[in-house]
């Protein structure tokens, strides 16, 4: 398949946004309960819900991304970039995590209330992921077609 700018511009951001979250989710795997962890990786405090919990919910995701996620998003984003019709089958599926997990973020967060309200969170932060997995799938779903 030709290799577009946009497939430049979408791969990259997954492998960026791929490092961004594995970087993030290892220092939740090896200081699970840090402070810097707690502030800067799963948001919130566990003062705001059940302690166990908050912690089970987001050691889940720490382990899962690394397992499932990242390889799966880095081995797309790689084969767009060959021009692999495979690699943008697997960066349509990658795209899946990216806003389906964000659905339950966002449960998450407004039924337990621990994380701030503010419209950086919501746009940015949380908006971010639901937003690049949309349109990564959309492109791809094209792609493909």
């Known amino acids: 398949m030709h290799v577009t700018f946009w497939t ?28 810097w962890t707690i502030e800067n990786v799963y948001g919130g405090s566990p003062e705001g819900t059940d302690p166990k919990a908050y912690f089970a919910f987001n050691q889940g995701a720490a382990l899962a ?57 919501w746009v940015v932060i949380w908006g971010l992921w639901p937003a690049f997995g949309m349109i990564e799938g959309v492109y791809c779903f094209v792609r493909l077609l």
């Not at 430049?8 to 402070?35: E, V, Y």
């Not at 081995?75 to 795209?95: C, D, N, Q, V």
């Open 65 to 121: 991304d690394p397992i499932f996620w990242l390889p799966l998003q880095i081995a797309a984003s790689l084969g767009m970039l060959a021009g692999a019709k495979w690699g943008f089958l697997l960066a349509l599926i990658a795209s899946t995590p990216f806003w389906y997990s964000a659905i339950w973020f966002y449960v998450w967060d407004r039924d337990m209330g621990f994380r701030r309200k503010t419209l950086y969170y």
């Open 8 to 35: 430049w511009i979408i791969a990259g951001t997954g492998l960026l946004l791929s490092l961004l979250l594995g970087s993030f989710q290892l220092a939740a795997l090896l200081r699970p309960h840090s402070r």
